[in-house]
């Protein structure tokens, strides 16, 4: 079966522009997280969805951050403007259930974004 | 609020080794926890979970046991090899529809030949 699918995986953008990175959960999970890493403050939930709706976006670091679930087989996590101490990998992970059902939460390989 | 405290990194071992890396929680009622496992340039991956006390998960010789008592859940390996390099992250999710996965913030695993 295929796992979450992120795209870009890479993606090197100018200070100003916008970037949108793009997630496909796993076939039937109606659970859809997305995760900013970075070596400062480590893995951050930035907001999660359930059954499509934003359940929990209190992670989303400020007005220029966006994500959007338009059915249950897509998500976008939209920034604009982006500013260099964006740069981070970005996760999107996908369960079925609830966040705290227990059940396991499958992430992507990441999208790995510089902004310079 | 939740949260999970394991130990700093970088752990430095040498092939067949014994691995422990240190996890303690803090949550109300009775969270699930895991350890999830992520390689150089790779996501993260489930390596094991419990979601009730006493219960051991267990996965490619990795084991860890969920301790109420002392709030743990440390992850031990009798023989680490060197394709066990990596970052361990701890990560408990508490009860409730809205609760979150929450991490730790990762143990380097180096293991030297």
């Known amino acids: 079966d295929a796992g979450v699918i992120q795209s870009p995986r890479h993606e090197v953008t100018e200070m100003g522009q916008e970037v949108t990175l793009r997630c496909k959960p796993i076939?039937?999970?109606?659970?859809l997280f997305w995760y900013r890493q970075t070596m400062m403050r480590g893995l951050e939930l930035l907001i999660y969805?359930?059954?499509?709706?934003?359940?929990?976006d209190s992670g989303m670091p400020e007005d220029r951050f966006s994500a959007k679930m338009p059915n249950a087989s897509f998500s976008t996590l939209k920034i604009q403007p982006s500013e260099p101490r964006d740069s981070a990998v970005y996760f999107c992970a996908s369960s079925h259930g609830t966040a705290g059902s227990g059940n396991t939460i499958y992430f992507g390989e990441g999208s790995w974004l510089t902004v310079v | 609020g939740d949260s999970v405290t394991q130990m700093e990194g970088p752990v430095t071992l040498s092939e067949e080794a014994f691995l422990t890396i240190n996890c303690t929680y803090t949550a109300t009622g009775y969270p699930s926890l895991f350890w999830y496992v992520q390689y150089p340039g790779e996501g993260l991956q489930l390596l094991l979970k419990?979601?009730?006390?006493?219960d051991k998960g267990s996965n490619k010789g990795f084991e860890a046991t969920y301790r109420k008592e002392t709030t743990s859940f440390h992850l031990e390996k009798g023989s680490v090899q060197v394709s066990d390099s990596a970052v361990y992250f701890c990560a408990l999710t508490g009860r409730g529809a809205t609760n979150k996965l929450i991490f730790g913030t990762g143990t380097l695993l180096a293991v030297q030949p």
């Open positions: 076939s039937g999970h109606n659970s």
């Open positions: 419990a979601t009730k006390a006493d």
């Open positions: 969805f359930n059954n499509n709706v934003p359940i929990d």
